[in-house]
């Protein structure tokens, strides 16, 4: 499969020590999450979702530490509604972008508990690969190169100056979803 990330932030998380891996999927998540928590919200019987969404990102900050029961929260996010296969596939607008907040939370979960490289890799291709849609149907959106942008300073190491630009630029990412949603 070929990956939307840049080659140099690929070969930075292969040869980075696992912290830099944690710190770059935690953003990934961060910039994710306003996406699930916006588009699930109030959604009967998702309340255990949320919670253990909103949980697994705030836990996936703590970069120099293994999260708590790795094995478990993946267990559940995989019964997800948005992870599980339909014959119909995924049509509309929130569901679509539901499922690839999920799907990078799972490679985010992945990659902090092995500190592996290729699952980073993955969680950030599926970034990309939501930004890229989104761009596709905004006009003059420029929502990929943000995130390209991101991604790159998701190596420098400041994590407190990546949460905030990861938080505003979650926000804006739900606030252009939220624009296509039908009214």
Do not use: K
Request: aromatic share 6%; net charge negative; with cysteine.
């Amino acid at each position: 499969m070929e990956t939307l990330v840049e080659g140099a932030v690929a070969e930075a998380l292969r040869e980075g020590p696992g912290e830099a891996v944690r710190l770059y999927v935690a953003a990934c998540a961060e910039r994710m999450a306003p996406l699930f928590m916006g588009l699930r919200s109030g959604a009967a019987g998702r309340e255990a979702d949320l919670d253990l969404y909103a949980e697994s990102v705030r836990d996936l900050w703590y970069a120099d530490r293994p999260l708590a029961d790795p094995a478990e929260r993946l267990r559940r996010l995989e019964r997800f509604p948005e992870l599980q296969p339909d014959e119909e596939g995924i049509t509309g607008v929130a569901d679509t972008y539901a499922f690839f907040a999920a799907l990078c939370l799972r490679y985010a979960l992945l990659a902090h508990g092995s500190g592996n490289a290729d699952d980073a890799v993955s969680c950030g291709h599926v970034v990309l690969t939501a930004m890229g849609m989104l761009d596709q149907n905004l006009s003059g959106a420029s929502l990929l190169a943000d995130e390209q942008r991101l991604q790159s300073l998701s190596l420098s190491g400041d994590a407190a100056g990546l949460w905030d630009a990861s938080v505003t630029a979650g926000r804006e990412r739900f606030r252009a979803v939220v624009g296509r949603l039908p009214r």
